[in-house]
């Protein structure tokens, strides 16, 4: 199939629908769901659709069983009637064709469920938008999410005048359309944000979930508004909005209602949360209750994906022997499905855990199989993860080559994402400022029009009472005076609003600091290749450990001290740029090597001198800094800053090897040009054993 769109476009649609949705508002279903009037006026059958979904549901586990069910529930309502109408018949047997197909998907019957959608279209049984969700799930199944999410955004589009009202400009009662099929919409939305969330948009899936939860909430479907809300809490934690994804948590368990599987695939949001927090005991507690449950169940595709995250959780426990039984174990029942997306990460759990072992050969083969699945799919947010706990795993195994080339890897990626994501929140705000500037222009418009219907009245009554007219146009000025002042004030306000947005986005909101988008205002006035100046990249040493151990909000507070004190040693001419995570770049101009030795000494000296009080005690925290001069000497060829940045990170990356609390610094690189230069920076390691690259070490202070 021919794809009409890049998957750039197709994200950038998906953003502009769900803004413009949540801006709108959604579907208006009261409990009583009188909104199906006009789906059952057309043939659809409301009571056989819950029927389905049921099955649907069923199926994830158990798609033979669901799949009987099925041919059960087609030979009670497949019965003739002669008084039964021929389109009622029709959109029965369409409910039934297309349910049918979903469960081979379900089933990991891929060619079956394209031959069922091929069929379903040449027979025009289909219904566009469903037939675009069917296609998507086999995509997403088949591992190709991007095609996956391109059909879902293309279904949402049929299906999002039917499921979102408009607020009407004369009231602010809803208007809602009466024949928006939920269950389907929410199906849609689901494959939209699995989507977003592989891609690391944690905005647009937030704003995907919330509306799948508004239409199962207000389509009385109370398990899957509790999978919705099981979705939010995830991606609330995420963002470390953690008291609200615990609120959502604790509504999703009341709206289950006791139901079984819901509260299995409840207890594994639950241990993604526990795991985001760094707390593996409870993360392990939540897996065990989940699979007590889906055991009773006899749910083997979900008891896999649970097998799998007690995999990761033995992992961060340090255990890789369990986590490595877990992971196979998982795996050969998870082959049986045909799933993707759980394979990948069950795959990388298991190299990790050979990782561990030292198994280093079978653990490349094992990350090979994994990287087969990616297909080239986009999967920022994923593969960033993935990313992070590869290059942890090979560093403490002792790999160093391998560890250096993912956290470069990972760093890129992670920058990218980072703009992504910005541009995103930068949309949404946009939207937000332009919605509440064109509701203004409303208000104007609505008052002009009263001011010219005044004025019609006025020079009526001129003709009666020529000395009250008078008087009334002077009062029509005076308001119109008024007006534009206002709008002028109005105008202004924006403007400034505009300013604070520009200037907000160069600055780390944690922090204070400069940015990344400011370091880019920086160097875009210096010549693009002949950098100039003093770069110091430094780390916060064994801060995972911090995190891990006293928590996030600890480790926001660490990160905040530490900018404070480095912005202390530094000159008021340097530039201290938070870079991401626990790192910090410093850019000093026009500075000798001898006082950039003592620049680096003072940054040590200053962080590590005194404790960080945290409400938990004091905790004593020291930085591992990597730095040089450009241009380098003694050749001092010309260099890209972005280049520059890189090999002050190659020093960082020695200094960490070497121990932490600690300063490397580039002192000279025996390279007669670029060449030369390039062929030192593929192998940084090797150029310095070999003494092409000398370096020089400065000391942090001991611990007292």
């Known amino acids: 199939m021919k794809w009409g769109k890049t998957g750039a476009q197709v994200r950038r649609d998906a953003a502009r629908l769900l803004v413009r949705g949540s801006l709108l508002g959604f579907m208006a279903l009261s409990a009583g769901t009188p909104a199906w009037a006009d789906l059952a006026a057309s043939g659809f059958d409301v009571a056989l659709d819950a029927d389905l979904s049921r099955l649907l549901r069923e199926g994830f586990d158990k ?8 041919q059960e529930l087609r030979a009670r309502t497949s019965s003739p009637s002669d008084l039964e109408a021929r389109e009622v018949r029709e959109a029965r047997e369409r409910q039934l064709r297309l349910a049918e197909a979903r469960l081979q998907v379900l089933a990991g019957d891929l060619e079956a469920a394209a031959a069922s959608a091929k069929s379903l279209g040449a027979a025009g049984l289909g219904g566009q938008d469903a037939l675009l969700l069917l296609q998507a799930e086999i995509k997403e199944r088949a591992g190709q999410t991007g095609e996956a999410a391109e059909l879902a955004q293309q279904a949402w589009q049929g299906l999002e005048a039917a499921c979102t009202v408009a607020a009407s400009p004369r009231s602010s009662a809803p208007s809602p359309s009466a024949d928006c099929n939920f269950r389907l919409a929410w199906s849609v939305l689901r494959v939209l944000g699995r989507s977003q969330l592989k891609e690391g948009r944690i905005p647009l899936a937030l704003a995907t979930a919330q509306r799948s939860f508004e239409l199962a909430d207000r389509g009385a479907d109370p398990l899957l508004a509790a999978l919705s809300l099981g979705q939010l809490a995830l991606l609330e934690g995420r963002q470390q909005q953690i008291g609200r994804a615990q609120e959502q948590l604790a509504q999703a368990f009341k709206k289950a209602q006791g139901d079984a599987l819901t509260l299995a695939q409840l207890k594994n949001f639950e241990a993604n949360l526990a795991g985001s927090q760094g707390d593996s005991r409870a993360q392990l507690k939540a897996l065990e209750e989940g699979l007590r449950l889906a055991a009773e169940l006899g749910a083997g595709r979900l008891s896999a994906q649970l097998r799998s995250n007690q995999a990761d959780a033995y992992l961060r426990l340090q255990q890789p022997a369990k986590a490595l039984a877990l992971g196979r174990q998982a795996l050969d029942d998870l082959l049986r499905f045909t799933d993707v997306r759980v394979e990948r990460a069950t795959r990388l759990n298991i190299a990790l855990a050979l990782i561990q072992l030292g198994q280093f050969e079978e653990a490349r083969r094992e990350l090979a199989r994994g990287d087969a699945l990616r297909r080239d ?13 590869l290059g942890e795993a090979w560093a403490k195994a002792g790999q160093a080559k391998e560890a250096l080339a993912l956290f470069h890897e990972e760093r890129k990626l992670n920058a990218e994402l980072t703009a992504i994501n910005r541009e995103n929140a930068l949309q949404l705000l946009k939207v937000k400022y332009d919605s509440d500037r064109k509701q203004r222009d409303l208000d104007l418009l609505q008052r ?13 009554l001129a003709q009666q009472f020529g000395i009250a007219v008078a008087v009334l146009l002077l009062l029509s000025l005076v308001l119109v005076g008024v007006m534009v002042q206002r709008v002028r004030a109005t105008q202004k306000r924006l ?11 160069e600055r780390d909101p944690l922090t204070d600091l400069a940015n990344r988008r400011h370091l880019l205002a920086v160097m875009a006035m210096q010549p693009k290749a ?7 990249m430094v780390d916060i040493d064994h801060f995972k450990h911090v995190n891990d151990e006293y928590g996030h909000g600890v480790g926001d507070l660490v990160i905040c001290e530490v900018a404070r ?5 530094v000159r008021s001419v340097d530039l201290v740029v938070r870079w991401g995570g626990e790192e910090f770049l410093v850019f000093a101009p026009d500075v000798s090597q001898e006082h950039l030795l003592q620049l680096a000494q003072r940054v040590l000296d200053e962080v590590a001198y005194l404790p960080v009080q945290t409400e938990t005690g004091p905790l004593r925290v020291t930085v591992s800094i990597g730095f040089a001069h450009f241009p380098l000497p003694p050749a001092m060829l010309d260099l890209h800053w972005e280049q520059a940045v890189n090999w002050a990170d190659m ?11 600690r300063a490397m610094g580039i002192a000279t690189v025996a390279a007669g040009d670029a060449e030369a230069l390039m062929q030192i920076e593929a192998d940084f390691d090797a150029a310095c054993s070999s003494e092409r690259v000398r370096l020089v070490e400065v000391m942090g202070p001991l611990a007292l």
């Open 63 to 70: 798609p033979d069983k669901a799949m009987q069910g099925l």
């Open 377 to 389: 799919q986009p999967d920022q947010g994923l593969r960033v993860q993935e990313l992070q706990e």
């Open 448 to 460: 002009e029009r009263s001011l010219v219907d005044s004025q019609l009245l006025n020079r009526k």
């Open 495 to 505: 403007k400034a609003n505009e300013l604070l947005l520009r200037a907000q986005s």
């Open 530 to 536: 002949q950098f100039s100046g003093a770069l110091l």
């Open 565 to 569: 004190r480095i912005s202390h040693a």
């Open 651 to 661: 020093a960082l990356y020695t200094a960490k090897s070497r121990g932490r609390n």
